[in-house]
T-cell receptor, first 111, second 114 residues
Framework: KQEVTQIPAALSVPEGENLVLNCSFT??????LQWFRQDPGKGLTSLLLIQSSQREQTSGRLNASLDKSSGRSTLYIAASQPGDSATYLCAVETSGSRLTFGEGTQLTVNP | SAVISQKPSRDICQRGTSLTIQCQVDSQVTMMFWYRQQPGQSLTLIAT?????????ESGFVIDKFPISRPNLTFSTLTVSNMSPEDSSIYLC???????????FGQGTRLTVV
């Protein structure tokens, strides 16, 4: 059974800092890994999708990496802003279009 | 990409009643998914809904409690039946991933049962 773990559970940083969120998964037989953002009480917004054959994806200040063999992904956020405050979730796709989610990292960026 | 309109966005319901949540997609999709997010927790898949067939439920979820309809390729509903306070959660519908494409989610329905 696939299990996804995210570290840290919560993170508080001053504005402008670069930061790294971590995601690990137990079964390397994945199709892809996706990072999402969730604002309180809201739905999920897709940030980045990394296919299993890829190592990295970038979108603006966000960079996500994938090491499938070791079961790890990182989300790097450059020059953090208060508007980045949210919960960040990673999810892996396995067979049957099934997504398994981590518990999330709650990020607070302080002005 | 896909745009999903989910409603209601929130509701407060009396125990013992039922609530039907609707999701409308702006394109035709084969599979739609329903998730539950209990307070402070991550998402758990309830069921997969395919058009023209019965939904497939995950372990711990049953059709009598969470009946799902999928009348066409752009629409689905999830009903939370005979509600109790333990059903208070955010319910989300999604499309994808499919063939290495992204998964997209509705805005979520925040349900409080009193």
């Amino acid at each position: 059974k696939q299990e996804v773990t995210q570290i840290p559970a919560a993170l508080s940083v001053p504005e402008g800092e670069n930061l790294v969120l971590n995601c690990s998964f137990t079964d390397s037989a994945i199709y892809n890994l996706q990072w999402f953002r969730q604002d309180p009480g809201k739905g999920l917004t897709s940030l980045l999708l990394i296919q299993s054959s890829q190592r990295e994806q970038t979108s603006g200040r966000l960079n996500a990496s994938l090491d499938k063999s070791s079961g790890r992904s990182t989300l790097y956020i450059a020059a953090s802003q208060p508007g980045d405050s949210a919960t960040y979730l990673c999810a892996v796709e396995t067979s049957g279009s099934r997504l398994t989610f981590g518990e999330g990292t709650q990020l607070t960026v302080n002005p | 990409s896909a745009v999903i309109s989910q409603k209601p966005s929130r509701d407060i319901c009396q125990r013992g009643t039922s609530l039907t949540i609707q999701c409308q997609v702006d394109s035709q999709v084969t599979m739609m998914f329903w998730y539950r997010q209990q307070p402070g927790q991550s998402l758990t898949l309830i069921a997969t809904a395919n058009q023209g067939s019965e939904a497939t439920y995950e372990s711990g979820f049953v059709i009598d409690k969470f009946p799902i309809s999928r009348p066409n390729l752009t629409f689905s509903t999830l009903t939370v039946s005979n509600m109790s306070p333990e059903d208070s959660s955010i319910y989300l519908c999604s499309v994808g991933p499919m063939m290495n494409t992204e998964a997209f989610f509705g805005q979520g329905t925040r349900l409080t049962v009193v």
